[in-house]
């Protein structure tokens, strides 16, 4: 079946805007994971969705940054009031939720903050 | 706290064997996740360890010894295009969270 996708794969803005970050999950899976990767650096966990379960928040770097989960499947991050610290790439990715919680990664939105 | 050390950079020979090593000191543990990364794509499943021991699969093998919080990754017969960045992960007791150290960039030349 199709893989993680995320949508824009690139996404430039200015400074002060408002951001939203879309990730389709693969079909069936029930965990869904949100990480930030800047240039060079290894992955900064940000929140990840199980289930019915509320999420996990831990890793949200400041309250600008939020997401939500509809219907159990698609996951939209919102990043307000854009700062040029935010540029990174952010990647989502899914997994089945079942005990092999190896995770199928999505190819990323860049995100350029100016 | 929450800690996962590896080499920042490796370099190896086409054909030869490379050792990347991890330790790690995390509050939890669910298992340790090896993942491969080229430049510019998402990060891409290699390895999951659960029990101390080595796990073998094909050219890549993986070993963890959790009292030690140890593992390492072991490619042979090492090919160009292994040429990525190599990232050890921890899976967190009792939820999904995973901490990722920050990748280990491996430069295979001829």
């Known amino acids: 079946g199709a893989g993680v996708s995320q949508s824009p794969s690139n996404k430039v803005t200015e400074k002060g805007k408002d951001v939203e970050l879309r990730c389709d999950p693969i079909s069936g899976h029930t965990a869904l994971y949100w990480y930030r990767q800047s240039l060079g650096q290894g992955l900064e966990f940000l929140i990840y969705f199980q289930g019915n379960s509320a999420p996990d928040k831990s890793g949200l770097p400041s309250d600008r940054f939020s997401a939500e989960r509809t219907g159990g499947s698609v996951s939209t991050l919102t990043i307000q009031r854009t700062q040029q610290e935010d540029s990174a790439v952010y990647l989502c990715?899914?997994?089945?939720?079942?005990?092999?919680?190896?995770?199928?990664f999505g190819p990323g939105t860049r995100l350029l903050v100016l | 706290g929450q800690n996962i050390d590896q080499p920042t950079e490796m370099t190896a020979t086409e054909g030869a064997i490379v050792q990347i090593n991890c330790t790690y000191q995390t509050s939890g543990f669910n298992g340790l996740f090896w993942y491969q990364q080229h430049a510019g794509e998402a990060p891409t499943f290699l390895s999951y360890?659960?029990?101390?021991g080595l796990e073998e699969k094909g050219r890549f093998s993986s070993f963890l010894s959790r009292s030690k919080g140890y593992s390492y990754l072991l490619l042979k017969e090492l090919q160009m295009k292994d040429s990525a960045s190599y990232l050890c992960a921890v899976g967190d007791t009792g939820g999904f969270k995973t901490i990722f150290g920050a990748g280990t960039r491996l430069f295979v030349k001829a």
């Open positions: 360890n659960v029990l101390d």
């Open positions: 990715a899914s997994s089945s939720g079942q005990g092999d919680e190896t995770q199928y």
